[in-house]
């Protein structure tokens, strides 16, 4: 039996497309083990799935002032230990990374234990953990076709990003009977990501009467973002997050409001939603959200508004446009060439396993 460690964590996008991973290599019949952070939020997504899960210490590479830069690469250094030690004790034929901080020491312990390592990039332009995990991967899939200017020509192959499978299969009337809305009503269904995204939140928020003479709203607003003083208005849900039910609240979807995440969008697109996108700013992040937003509205699946030019006005007009010019990116999403990012990378592990 082949065994297989998946490592990535920090963020739910960097374990959805893992997640999205586990069936087909189940089916396979792959042995899985998962390498993550003690305690972060891929601990908790991973246990679902009864997969052995392993944690490692890990640190954090900021680009800005903060005392934990002078703890976190003795952190850092402790997770490569445990790392390295873990792989010699599970003995793995090969990993997959998916990003983010903890899987730096996982990628740098595979390459001195001599076990091939597939990392994954699902944004534009490589991150700072990835771009450390170069050097000790075999091979870099990505997400974009800009990126493979990014990579070494030589590791670089372009596979989309996993999708999970039950995504595709929801049910509009199970959501209708989750959430309590009318089947009367146009639906707007907001993502603000994992953590959610207060900006979002307090602009649909700001116009949410005025919305709701067109739209009924399905809100993820994020952990601790419910507010208390909405929660009987009429034609409007909220949730801190959705994990069961989320198929099927993409079903019921008109249309959609989100971050631009890469993996995100890439769901998004994946079921032919027509979407607003309004990316995390430059300020806030390295700008890579900017950059995936955009490449989507060249292709015609998106339309963004970044938040630099966030008004209740903005916002208000670019749902309406977008409503009603909704069938022309549904056509566009249903024309489009998408790869089978899950049987593409499984083929990568074979060829690489075996090398």
């Known amino acids: 039996m082949k065994h297989i460690v998946l490592t990535g964590g920090g963020t ?26 003690y305690d972060g939020i891929e601990k908790k997504l991973i246990e679902d799935f009864g997969i052995p899960y392993y944690g490692i210490s890990s640190g954090k590479f900021r680009r800005y002032f903060d005392f934990k830069n002078f703890s976190d690469p003795f952190n850092v ?14 003995h793995p034929d090969i990993v997959f990374s998916k990003g983010g901080f903890v899987t730096v020491p996982v990628v740098i312990a595979a390459k001195h234990r001599k076990i091939p390592a597939i990392i994954h990039e699902s944004d534009m332009t490589p991150g700072l953990a990835n771009k450390l995990c170069i050097p000790s991967a ?31 299969s929801g049910s509009a009337k199970a959501a209708l009977q989750f959430t309590g ?57 909220q949730y801190e997050y959705i994990k069961k039910e989320l198929a099927d609240l993409f079903a019921l979807a008109d249309i959609v409001i989100s971050r631009a995440g890469a993996n995100a969008i890439c769901e998004i697109s994946a079921l032919k939603k027509p979407n607003l996108l309004i990316p995390l700013s430059a300020k806030a992040s390295r700008g890579d959200q900017i950059l995936n937003s955009r490449s989507f ?18 916002l208000s007009h ?32 074979k060829e690489c396993q075996n090398q």
Do not use: W
């Open 77 to 90: 250094l402790k997770g490569y230990r445990e790392a390295r030690k873990l792989l010699q004790q599970l």
């Open 138 to 168: 075999v091979k870099v899939c990505c997400n974009f076709p800009e990126t493979i200017n990014h990579l070494p020509k030589e590791k670089a192959v372009l596979t989309g990003t996993p999708i999970r499978q039950e995504l595709l």
């Open 297 to 314: 509205e060249r292709l015609g699946y998106s339309m963004v508004l970044e938040e630099a030019q966030l008004t209740d006005e903005t």
């Open 12 to 37: 739910a996008g960097h374990v959805t497309p893992n997640i999205a991973m586990i069936p087909r290599l189940q089916e396979l019949g792959y042995k899985i083990t998962y390498i993550g952070s």
């Open 318 to 349: 670019a749902i309406q446009d977008l409503y009603q010019k909704r069938q022309t990116y549904i056509k566009t999403m249903e024309d489009s060439q998408q790869i089978n990012s899950i049987e593409k990378i499984i083929q990568l592990i």
């Open 181 to 237: 809305l009318s089947a009367d009503k146009p639906v707007i269904l907001i993502i603000g990501g994992s953590l959610g995204a207060t900006m979002i939140n307090e602009s649909i928020r700001g116009i949410l009467p005025q919305l709701l003479k067109d739209f009924q709203i399905i809100h993820l607003c994020g952990n601790d973002k419910l507010d208390e003083s909405l929660m009987n208005t009429t034609g409007y849900v």
